[in-house]
């Protein structure tokens, strides 16, 4: 069970880190566009503005997750350093808690930003006078999936350790 649960957790940080890279990739053409016929054709790019700033925060608080799976997330060892082993596992198992809660409480913040844009009704002032419930979403998915990406790589050594 372990097992297959951690692959479908590998595949789905693995798309994402993909989807990521693509919008990213539409963040490069959207900005390029309004850069492009706002300078030479002197059109409107007011839109522009709007599209990025989604984009952006997609890329920053569902990316982090990807990150955040595959351990390469920033991180400050120099403790680390002058530790053995035993005591490096035992600070790494701190780290990894200290952050699971701070994800926690992350996640309860964006779901009631979440909720109360939700409730609201709120739009954005922008062109696209979007409901905010929806760019608000990616914050609180990429909460949700930090959460669920630092508890479980807290959560499967234990349970391989007690399993032998």
């Given at each position: 069970m372990?097992?297959w649960?951690i692959g479908?957790?590998?595949?789905?940080?693995?798309?994402?880190?993909?989807?990521?890279g693509?919008a990213?990739l539409?963040?490069?053409?959207?900005?390029?566009?309004?850069a492009?016929a706002r300078?030479?054709?002197?059109?409107?790019?007011?839109?522009?503005?709007?599209?990025?700033t989604y984009?952006?925060?997609y890329?920053?608080f569902?990316g982090?997750?990807?990150?955040?799976w595959?351990?390469?997330h920033?991180?400050?060892?120099?403790?680390?350093?002058f530790?053995g082993?035993?005591?490096?596992?035992?600070?790494?198992?701190?780290?990894?808690m200290?952050?699971?809660f701070?994800?926690?409480?992350?996640?309860?913040?964006?779901?009631?930003?979440?909720l109360d844009a939700?409730?609201?009704?709120?739009h954005?002032?922008?062109?696209?006078?979007?409901p905010?419930w929806i760019?608000?979403l990616?914050?609180?998915?990429?909460?949700?999936l930090?959460?669920?990406?630092l508890?479980?790589?807290?959560?499967?050594?234990?349970?391989?350790s007690e399993?032998?």
């Amino acid at each position: 069970m372990t097992r297959w649960f951690i692959g479908a957790l590998d595949r789905l940080f693995h798309w994402i880190g993909l989807s990521v890279g693509v919008a990213v990739l539409l963040t490069v053409g959207v900005i390029s566009y309004g850069a492009l016929a706002r300078e030479l054709f002197g059109l409107s790019d007011v839109w522009v503005t709007d599209v990025t700033t989604y984009l952006m925060g997609y890329i920053a608080f569902v990316g982090m997750t990807s990150l955040a799976w595959q351990g390469r997330h920033l991180k400050i060892d120099i403790l680390g350093h002058f530790l053995g082993l035993p005591a490096r596992r035992v600070l790494a198992r701190v780290s990894g808690m200290i952050s699971a809660f701070v994800s926690i409480m992350l996640l309860w913040l964006c779901g009631n930003f979440w909720l109360d844009a939700l409730e609201s009704n709120e739009h954005s002032w922008g062109m696209l006078s979007m409901p905010l419930w929806i760019p608000y979403l990616s914050l609180f998915a990429g909460s949700f999936l930090l959460a669920l990406a630092l508890i479980v790589r807290i959560a499967v050594p234990l349970v391989q350790s007690e399993s032998k």
